[in-house]
């Protein structure tokens, strides 16, 4: 199957499965976090949209441990930074509707939790196919070292996903199942 094919079948998939209530374990966030401890206190996380794995719950947990929450907004020629957001804080309904913090500060996270629509177990993964978090990695990874942690569902997962030289893997996937 192609990107194109993997992406209508699992979003299909995830459509189906969302009112199943599956939950990624902040213990399995924090264990990363503990093993790689030599990144800072920045997280950019993301809202949740078109059926993905709801973070907002673990955003709120990180920030009452003094991790500072960044959300992505999508600019001009699409092009993602991220910007400084709290649980309180209100957001703006972006052109694709997504909500984005009203933040006009630009935070470069040293985590990021990424959504993704599949992934293989070579940390692959497929997005929506606008390539924002690729480019947005690629662009970060110049100046900083970040470290990413793509957030999924056991069933997004897929055999093999065939690359091209803008996917950027990922350094962890973590699902409801580990």
Excluded: C
Excluded at 29 to 41: A, D, Q, R, T, V
């Amino acid at each position: 199957m192609n990107k194109s094919e993997i992406r209508k079948k699992i979003l299909k998939l995830r459509k189906k499965n969302f009112s199943k209530n599956f939950e990624i374990d902040l213990l399995d966030i924090l264990k990363i976090l503990k093993k790689e401890k030599n990144f800072g206190k920045i997280i950019g996380g993301y809202y949740p949209y078109n059926y993905e794995i709801d973070i907002l719950k673990i955003l709120n947990k990180l920030e009452k441990q003094n991790y500072l929450i960044t959300l992505p907004k999508i600019k001009k020629n699409s092009k993602m930074d991220f910007f400084h957001w709290s649980a309180e804080d209100p957001l703006l309904i972006n052109e694709y509707g997504i909500p984005e913090p009203i933040s006009q500060k630009i935070r470069y996270p040293n985590i990021l939790l990424v959504p993704l629509v599949a992934f293989d177990e070579n940390f692959n993964r497929i997005g929506y196919g606008g390539g924002f978090y690729d480019r947005y990695i690629k662009r970060i990874k110049k100046n900083k070292k970040i470290l990413t942690i793509g957030l999924a569902y056991s069933f997004q997962r897929v055999k093999k996903i065939v690359t091209n030289k803008y996917d950027i893997k990922l350094d962890y996937i973590i699902t409801e199942k580990k």
